[in-house]
């Protein structure tokens, strides 16, 4: 069994920063791409970054040049600083990880965490 237990969520003001964790434990033998979504009320969910093993990045015009992701593999951690919060970015957020269980498992399986909650006040 794999869990991903999310952290650092909260309320901030609009220009203000947070930087939320998760953290990957249990089964694991290896950790594909791993990422964070956001869901605000009302709306579907969506991509806020991404990051291969290799530090590789990738980010939605919306959060490219306030976010940033990064991870550490040794700990299976992912993480996300947010600056220069809007308003708009108030949302539970998601972090995922593809995970290979063990030796015997071929492929990789999307895994979830329960969700943090960020609130940005104008």
């Known amino acids: 069994q794999v869990q991903l237990v999310e952290s650092g969520g909260g309320l901030v003001q609009a220009g203000g920063s947070l930087r939320l964790s998760c953290a990957a434990s249990?089964?694991?033998?290896?950790?594909?791409?791993m990422g964070w979504y956001r869901q605000a009320p009302g709306k579907e969910r969506e991509l806020v970054a991404t990051?291969?093993?290799?530090?590789?990045?990738n980010y939605p015009t919306s959060v490219k040049g306030r976010f940033t992701i990064s991870r550490d593999n040794a700990i299976n951690t992912v993480y996300l600083q947010m600056n220069s919060l809007k308003p708009e970015d108030t949302a539970v957020y998601y972090c995922?990880?593809?995970?290979?269980?063990?030796?015997?498992?071929?492929?990789?399986?999307?895994?979830w965490g329960q969700g943090t909650q960020v609130t940005v006040s104008s």
């Open positions: 990051i291969l093993p290799n530090g590789l990045t």
């Open positions: 995922t990880a593809d995970v290979r269980p063990t030796i015997a498992t071929p492929t990789y399986r999307a895994y």
């Open positions: 249990g089964s694991i033998t290896s950790i594909n791409i």
